[in-house]
C-alpha cells in the first residue's frame, strides 16, 4: 500500500536561507566599509589641518621673535687618530692610489686596516664613509684632507671593511 507525499508551501530551510544571506550581506557590508577606511587612512594624512579657532588665534597673534639657535655641535671624536682604523679604497682606477693615500693618512697616525679597490672606480671626488657609531671620526678625518663628502656605508659592507672603523675612498681630485 503506497501512501501519497503531501507537500506543504511551508518550508522553512527558505526562510532560514533568507535570513543568513542577509546577515552575510550586512558583515560584508561592515568589513568593505572597516577595510576601506583603513586602507584610505594613510592615504588621507591624518587631520592635518587646524581647526578654525586656531586658526583666527594664530593669525591674530603677534609674531614671535625668531630665536637664533645655536648650530648643532658635531660629537668630538671619541677614539683618537692613533686608534682609529682607515681602511683606503681605490676608487678612481688609478694604479696605487689608494697606497698613496694610505701612507699620507698613516703620516698623520691613523692606522691603516689595508688598502683594496673600491667597489667601482668611477668616483670623481674622495669620499669617508664611516661604520654605525663612529661618524665623529670620519668627520676629524675628512678635516684632516680636506675631504668635503662624510656619508655612512654606502655600497660597502661592515665586513668589507676588514674591522676598520672608517673607509676612505679616493677619487679622481
Known amino acids: ?33 572597516v577595510g576601506l577606511a583603513l586602507l584610505a587612512k594613510p592615504f588621507t594624512g591624518g587631520d592635518e589641518r587646524p581647526n578654525a579657532a586656531a586658526a583666527v588665534k594664530e593669525a591674530t597673534a603677534a609674531p614671535a621673535p625668531a630665536a637664533k639657535s645655536p648650530p648643532a655641535a658635531q660629537p668630538a671624536a671619541t677614539k683618537p687618530r692613533n686608534e682609529t682604523s682607515v681602511m683606503v679604497l681605490n ?26 679597490n673600491a667597489p667601482h672606480t668611477d668616483f670623481a671626488r674622495s669620499v669617508v664613509m664611516y661604520r654605525p657609531g663612529h661618524r665623529p671620526e670620519a668627520e676629524r678625518l675628512s678635516k684632516d684632507f680636506q675631504i668635503g663628502r ?15 672603523h672608517v673607509a676612505l675612498i679616493v677619487g679622481e681630485s
Do not use: C
Open 91 to 116: 676608487g678612481n682606477g688609478s694604479s696605487g692610489a689608494a697606497s698613496e693615500k694610505a701612507d699620507l693618512v698613516q703620516t698623520k697616525g691613523y692606522l691603516i686596516a689595508g688598502t683594496a
Open 1 to 33: 500500500m503506497d501512501h501519497p507525499i503531501t507537500l506543504t508551501r511551508d518550508d522553512p530551510w527558505r526562510t532560514t536561507a533568507i535570513v543568513a544571506s542577509g546577515f552575510a550581506a550586512l558583515e560584508l557590508l561592515f568589513i568593505l566599509v
Open 150 to 164: 662624510v656619508a655612512p656605508l654606502d655600497g660597502l659592507r661592515p665586513a668589507d671593511l676588514q674591522g676598520a
